[in-house]
């Protein structure tokens, strides 16, 4: 069991950078795939990021490529998402995730959700 909690999310102007966090607590946070997701109002939840639980092996989708940038730190049981570039159309609850059986696409198998951050990104 891995219980996951958000922090970081705000209000930053389009073109500005913010950084978001996920601390694990649990059974384990080693071994974990991690992911994050957001939802924008009237949207459904979209795949934003995910990293393996050694940290090499990570995947951004396309609207979040070059700009946003996942990692994580074992030692501290936490989890990162440093989003850079934001434009409005970023706005969204932003959701980490944790899953033991995620597969090669790291898009699908996440068991484990924290309740979300705010990100507001305004024009």
């Known amino acids: 069991q891995v219980q996951l909690v958000e922090s970081g999310g705000g209000l930053v102007q389009a073109g500005g950078s913010l950084r978001l966090s996920c601390a694990a607590s649990?059974?384990?946070?080693?071994?974990?795939?991690m992911g994050w997701f957001r939802q924008a109002p009237g949207k459904e939840r979209e795949f934003v990021a995910a990293?393996?639980?050694?940290?090499?092996?990570?995947y951004n989708a396309d609207p979040v490529k070059g700009r946003f940038t996942i990692s994580r730190d074992n030692a501290k049981n936490t989890l990162y998402l440093q989003m850079n570039s934001l434009k409005p159309e970023d706005t969204a609850v932003y959701y980490c995730a944790a899953g033991v059986e995620i597969g090669a696409g790291l898009l699908k198998g996440y068991d484990y959700w924290g309740q979300g951050t705010q990100v507001t990104v305004s024009s």
């Open positions: 990293v393996r639980w050694n940290g090499r092996s990570t």
């Open positions: 649990g059974r384990t946070f080693v071994g974990y795939t």
